[in-house]
């Protein structure tokens, strides 16, 4: 498996796993598929984002270091630095003794969905233009 | 700019009549937000004189029963209590039920998004015991970490409390509260302003300890009102302090210490808890008293390996680029 797979992998389980934060997953019968039960478990699926941001930021520690920031894209760091900047902040707020003023918690999380949500318009955009053109390898990751 | 959209969106769908204004979102996103990120700010607003998080004893020896503290719960909240519309929104898809207890205003056996503290009672080793039940407070609650809308917090003095204004009301809160203390009313709340038949179900209430009254300089109207000193609140080493005394002079039994990783809300028992749980009745808003894990236990776990996990990244390159020098040196193979 290649980087770039690994990212696909992890960028998917990360969406399933931040839309299963909100209660949709449930209230949508989605859980009730045979199989899919695991959606509705919402410590099931706290864990689950942890796991793949943990996943997610060591392949981005990897590749800045190894590759620059250049070879991501201007546009990729930007969100993924929302994304990262906001989240880590909720990690830390999540851990025990730790307790910012609720405005804040509400400034992350909807800037965190906020950033999710772009990052997830700006990758189907990225989809569509590569069936217009043919891309390089790095134009690949969406 | 997308992230801007969706906000512009958001504020676009408020009416006027909406409990939230527009200015309040703004001051909630921008400048409101990003001060309050501010460490001096944020004590100045959130901490206590004291300072540090408060907590609660609760000593069952001295509690008769007599609902002093919820009647005094009932008077003090009466203005937050939510006045639905009806009839509720039908929503999307069908066999998504409202929840309603505006009918039930006066139901006492439970909680219920209009009593946010009732009285349990146990028989035990040939004694009555009565247990005030609120909210726990945790000092490490899931309620408040795992709400992905930011309306359940826990504020630096040590509550938890959910925003009325912000709250949806998918109860999340609820599922991952091991005592699944809050309440839901629909017909209320954000969601009527937003997608009514497509998102949330009204807003969860629960225990705030009087956030409001304390802020002003009061103490929570429950621990006001009680005739026998039942409650007593202060800082959290010195009640736990007073608690573990207690339990050691009078052979009591303590709940709160551990459970969920730690609560500001501490019982003291002259039974064992185990018993308690045992004589109580349990069901919806009738919380039990048996031993809880540390529910977000794994997950803080895992949050040091988010954190670390740029760092091992990096420091991956590194040692591959160190292993491939050494490979050189022992002339093996050159490949990175």
Redesign the interface.
Known sequence: MNGFSLYRIVMAVLAVSGMAQMPVFKRYHIADVPGLAWTADSFLTFRLHYAAAAALLFWLGHRLVRRGAASLGAARVALLGMLFATGAARVIENLPRVAFPPMAGRFLDWTHLGAAMAIGIWALTSVVRKNVKTPSPDRDIV | ???NL??RGMLNTLKPQSRITRRALF???GI???A??LPE??RA??LPDTGGEQATLLDLTRCVGCEACADACREANAARFPEPRKPFPQML?S??KPEDFSDRRADTSRLTPYNWLFIQRAQAQGREVFIPRRCMHC??P?C????????A????GGTV?I?AD?CLG???CR??CPWAIPQRQSGVGLYLDLAPRL?GNGVMFKCDRCKDRVAAGGTPACVEACPNGVQVIGPRPEIEALAREKARTTGGHLYGLDEN??TNTIYLSPVPFELLDAGIEKGPGKPHLASVAD??A???R??W???L??????????LRGARAVVRRKEGGDERV
């Open positions: 700019m997308a992230c969706l906000i001051k909630a996103l409101g937000g990003a309050a990120l700010r944020a607003a959130a898809p066999g998504t000092q490490n899931p408040a970490a795992l709400c992905p809308w930011g309306a917090s826990k504020y630096p409390a925003d912000i998918g109860a999340k599922d991952a998102g990783g730690g529910s977000m794994p997950s803080n895992l949050a390996a988010v954190l996990a740029p760092l091992a990244g990096a420091a991956s390159v590194f």
